[in-house]
T-cell receptor
Framework: AQSVAQPEDQVNVAEGNPLTVKCTYS??????LFWYVQYPNRGLQFLLK????DNLVKGSYGFEAEFNKSQTSFHLKKPSALVSDSALYFC???????????WGAGTKLIIKP | DGGITQSPKYLFRKEGQNVTLSCEQN?????MYWYRQDPGQGLRLIYY???????QKGDIAEGYSVSREKKESFPLTVTSAQKNPTAFYLC????????????FGQGTRLTVV
């Protein structure tokens, strides 16, 4: 079955430190992968996507993600965290059978001053 | 401004009542989606529409209904058959399915009183 896993419910990082939010996937064929961010009581905002090409994808607000085919992972990263990065982050992969997105459960990122 | 608008932001429903959540987009997107978000869970797809006058059931369509009479509009009705309707509902649209990012509305929080 096709799926997405975000193994950490919550990640705590000190401001200025690098951050990583993990995502692994299982999908048939070539994966189409996405990261979104959600602030409290708001809709989701698109951060970045991997369709093909370079394994390191750069996105909005200084975020980037590394696609690793052998490990079936697509971890979200940022070199230096800001308090304003605190939010809920979702990883998603396109279902190859119906082209709908399969969502991870989300990871709450807390950046402490 | 281009975007996707959901209304109302908060909605209260008495048990046994049907309610309709509005979703309008002026992005000229073909595809539109309704998701349900519960605490600690990822987004679950209720219904989606790829084109006007066509829509498909998602993973949790029971107790919900939709229409797509216009490209810009994709209203969701939560019927009395939905046994646990209290949730945060998100509408989204995309240029086409799967390969392009989705744009989300700000959400409607529905509470059964």
């Amino acid at each position: 079955a096709q799926s997405v896993a975000q193994p950490e419910d919550q990640v705590n990082v000190a401001e200025g430190n690098p951050l990583t939010v993990k995502c692994t996937y299982s999908v048939s064929g070539n994966p189409y992968l996405f990261w979104y961010v959600q602030y409290p009581n708001r809709g989701l905002q698109f951060l970045l996507k991997y369709i093909t090409g370079d394994n390191l994808v750069k996105g909005s607000y200084g975020f980037e993600a590394e696609f690793n085919k052998s490990q079936t992972s697509f971890h979200l990263k940022k070199p230096s965290a800001l308090v304003s990065d605190s939010a809920l982050y979702f990883c998603a992969v396109r279902d190859s059978s119906n082209y709908q997105l399969i969502w991870g459960a989300g990871t709450k990122l807390i950046i402490k001053p | 401004d281009g975007g996707i608008t959901q209304s109302p932001k908060y909605l209260f429903r008495k048990e046994g009542q049907n309610v309709t959540l509005s979703c309008e987009q002026n992005l000229n997107h073909d595809a539109m989606y309704w998701y349900r978000q519960d605490p600690g869970q990822g987004l679950r797809l209720i219904y989606y529409s790829q084109i006007v006058n066509d829509f498909q059931k998602g993973d949790i369509a029971e107790g919900y209904s939709v229409s797509r009479e216009k490209k810009e509009s994709f209203p969701l009705t939560v019927t009395s058959a939905q046994k646990n309707p209290t949730a945060f509902y998100l509408c989204a649209s995309s240029h086409n399915q799967g390969s392009t990012e989705a744009f989300f509305g700000q959400g409607t929080r529905l509470t059964v009183v």
